[in-house]
């Protein structure tokens, strides 16, 4: 051990405690003389954190206008289905969670990655011929949104880009730029039930491309993609070799008459992680359990993206282990009326809402098919005293007292989003104001039809 001593000074007395400077092996440390030491204080936000931009916040909580005070507020922006009360999850579902807290088993840390026992139900749940499953296929996250960033996280570095769509879920530019990863978009077509434009997809990828985001059934477009449209996505992706991250979140919330199929259960070569979760089809968002499916058949991720996986992972403890412990319950004792009847309210709704838009001048809706929103193309020509889709539904707050989130959000100008899950008698409601505000601000144009210039 190092030896010092403390001198006194010439009287004898030991100096003050503030100014004993310590001399070891010869190196003062006297206050002042430390290397490096700042002069003041300088405290900055890390280069992520001033990456990090949520389109929908920003939009948002910039809108400074009132609502009209004579009408009461009506949401149609917010996409959980639980704000009104009408939605609510099926008791079996709570009373799984009531089983795993009165249990006592599931109040101390789980792996990073989830219990075992959880990952084994996930994977025989989702598990078929086409796309098998073990355990050792599946990560548990905190909500499908962990989901996603881990999956950008393992497979995309600084100066790489994804491929995302437009009209898309903001969280993904909003993950892949906090990281310093470039985002490309490409487009959906709204006049082909928002199918891919494959072309415009391909065209876009280049050496640095690390993986195509795909998002199906879709937020915000409420669509769902046909089997052999899928089929030409992994064409693209097996000719290129760029892996697949699929947002299946909203998995199974299909209309009747549509059919939803996930990715993996098409491709024989191209390695998907496939991300969902709780949230949307059992109706438990806040409960933030979400889930990663590997699904590599040619071993192309290898053990290094598992790995890779497992290590993001450890950042955070992992998702909630009471919601863990009730998984298996969850999966297997909710009764498939309740899933019947959630998809019925949602597609009645898309039904009422699409039926009350066509018929408003200015105003293109695209009939959806899955999820739980509608797409609502505005003619801006026909409004001309509105610069944007933002002011167009500013000023609908304004007047009529109905919020809906402009599709600029989604990175796809003179649009705007419905929520479909708000009770129906709420929806219809909105429906008519949205027209009396279309109609009061409607002005015609050359070519426009006869019966829109009337009213």
């Known amino acids: 051990m190092d030896s010092y001593t403390i001198p006194r000074d010439s009287n004898g007395s030991l100096p003050s405690v503030r100014d004993v400077h310590v001399n070891i092996a010869g190196r003062s440390c006297a206050p002042g003389k430390m290397k490096g030491r700042k002069s003041r204080w300088s405290v900055r936000p890390s280069d992520m954190a001033n990456k990090t931009f949520n389109p929908i916040r920003a939009i948002v909580d910039s809108v400074k206008v009132e609502p009209n005070p004579n009408k009461a507020m009506i949401s149609l922006s917010i996409g959980d289905p639980t704000v009104f009360g009408n939605l609510p999850t099926d008791p079996e579902v709570t009373q799984a969670m009531k089983d795993a807290l009165d249990s006592g088993k599931y109040n101390g840390y789980a792996p990073s990655i989830g219990y075992l026992s959880s990952r084994e139900e996930i994977a025989s749940y989702y598990h078929c011929p086409e796309a098998p499953l073990e355990a050792k296929d599946v990560v548990l996250t905190s909500g499908c949104s962990q989901a996603i960033e881990l999956c950008v996280a393992v497979l995309a570095n600084p100066g790489q880009n994804i491929l995302v769509p437009r009209p898309g879920f903001s969280l993904y530019k909003t993950l892949a730029e906090s990281m310093g990863i470039e985002v490309k978009f490409y487009n959906l077509l709204p006049e082909q039930s928002w199918e891919i434009d494959l072309k415009q997809l391909e065209s876009l990828i280049d050496e640095k491309t690390a993986c195509l985001i795909v998002n199906n059934p879709s937020n915000p477009c409420g669509s769902v993609f046909r089997r052999s449209h899928l089929q030409k996505i992994l064409e693209v992706a097996a000719r290129q070799c760029v892996p697949i991250l699929a947002d299946e979140i909203y998995g199974d919330m299909v209309f009747s008459g549509c059919k939803y199929e996930p990715l993996a259960t098409l491709s024989t070569s191209v390695p998907i992680l496939s991300c969902g979760g709780l ?28 790995d890779g996986l497992v290590k993001l992972s450890q950042r955070i403890l992992g998702p909630c282990t009471i919601v863990q412990g009730a998984l298996k319950s969850i999966l297997h004792r909710t009764p498939q009326e309740f899933y019947h009847n959630t998809l019925s309210f949602l597609k009645s709704n898309a039904d009422l809402c699409f039926a009350a838009l066509v018929a408003v001048p200015g105003l293109q809706p695209v009939r959806p098919t899955g999820a739980m929103y509608l797409m609502v193309g505005i003619e801006m020509d026909h409004f001309p005293e509105f610069a944007s889709d933002v002011e167009f539904t500013e000023q609908l707050v304004a ?28 929806l219809l409601e909105a429906c008519s104001r949205i027209q009396e505000f279309c109609e009061q601000h409607y002005h015609c144009t050359e070519g426009s039809p006869p019966e829109d210039c009337d009213k």
């Open 399 to 426: 007047e009529q007292s109905v919020h809906c989130l402009p599709a600029t959000c989604f990175e796809y100008p003179n649009f705007f989003r419905v929520v479909l899950t708000v009770p129906e008698v709420m």
């Open 279 to 306: 949230a949307k089809r059992w109706l438990v968002p806040g409960w933030r359990l979400g889930w990663i499916l590997i699904h590599d058949r040619r071993d192309i991720f290898g053990n290094e993206i598992r």
